[in-house]
C-alpha cells in the first residue's frame, strides 16, 4: 500500500510539473506574441510614411510600393509559392496551391486577353507580342533547370522573397544567387537566344484559332488540369 501511494503521489506530481511548465510555455507564448504588436505598429507607420515620401517624388514610385507590399502580404498569409504547387502534390499528395495557381492563371488568361484584344480591335500594336518567344529544346532544358533549382533552394521567386522577409537566412542567401544568375542570364541573353532560342517556332495562339478559340481552348486545357488536380488528390488520400 505504502509502494502503490508513493507511486501515486509521484505521478501526481510528475502530472502537476508537466502542467506547470505548459502553462508557462503557454504564457511564453502569449508574451511573446503581445510584444510583437509594437513592432507590427512601427513597421506599419514606417511602411505609411515611405509610401508619402515616394509619393512626393513619383505616384508611380507610391503605387509600386504600395502594389508590392500588397502582394507580398498577400504571398505570405496565403503561403502562395509556385514550387509548393509543383512539389506538393509528389509529395504529401495535396493539390490545394496546385489548383490555386491554375485559377490564377485563368484569371490572368481572361485579363490579358481583354487587353491585348483591346489594342488588337483599335488598331495598335498589341502588348507583349516581343514577349511571344519559339518554343525550342531550350525550353524544356530552361525549364527543368529551373525547376531542379527551385526544388534545391526551397522556393521560387515568390517565395524567396516571401521567405526573406520572415526572416529565413538560406533564403537570403538562395536570393543573393538568384539575382546573380538572372544578371548573367541578362548579359548573355543575346548570345543565347541567337544560338538557341530563335531555332524554333513562335506561336500565338490567336493568329492560329481567334481571339476567341484561343481564350476557350486555353480556359478548357486549365480547367482539365484542374479536374486532373482534384482526382489525383482524392487518389492520393484514398
Known amino acids: 500500500m505504502t509502494e502503490t501511494s508513493n507511486a501515486e503521489s509521484s505521478n501526481v506530481k510528475t502530472s502537476s510539473i508537466r502542467r506547470s511548465s505548459s502553462s508557462q510555455r503557454g504564457s511564453r507564448r502569449k508574451k511573446a506574441k503581445k510584444n510583437q504588436i509594437p513592432y507590427g505598429v512601427a513597421l506599419f507607420i514606417g511602411l505609411v510614411i515611405i509610401g508619402i515620401f515616394l509619393n512626393l ?138 544560338n538557341f532560342i530563335s531555332k524554333g517556332k513562335a506561336i500565338f495562339l490567336p493568329d492560329v484559332f481567334g481571339w476567341g478559340g484561343a481564350l476557350i481552348i486555353q480556359l478548357a486545357l486549365i480547367a482539365s488540369l484542374y479536374v486532373f488536380a482534384m482526382k489525383y488528390e482524392e487518389s492520393k488520400n484514398q
Open 57 to 194: 517624388k513619383s505616384e508611380k514610385l507610391a503605387l509600386f510600393w504600395v502594389t508590392g507590399i500588397s502582394f507580398g502580404f498577400i504571398l505570405q498569409r496565403s503561403r502562395f509559392c509556385f514550387t509548393a504547387s509543383m512539389r506538393d502534390p509528389y509529395l504529401t499528395g495535396g493539390t490545394s496551391l496546385t489548383r490555386a495557381v491554375l485559377i490564377a492563371f485563368a484569371i490572368t488568361t481572361i485579363g490579358f486577353t481583354a487587353i491585348k484584344y483591346g489594342a488588337h480591335v483599335q488598331g495598335l500594336p498589341v502588348p507583349g507580342m516581343s514577349y511571344v518567344v519559339p518554343i525550342s529544346f531550350a525550353t524544356i532544358i530552361g525549364a527543368i533547370l529551373f525547376g531542379i533549382g527551385m526544388v534545391i533552394a526551397g522556393g521560387c521567386a515568390s517565395g524567396t522573397l516571401m521567405r526573406v522577409g520572415e526572416g529565413f537566412w538560406m533564403q537570403v542567401l538562395s536570393l543573393v544567387f538568384f539575382v546573380i544568375g538572372s544578371l548573367w542570364g541578362a548579359h548573355d541573353f543575346g548570345w543565347w537566344k541567337y
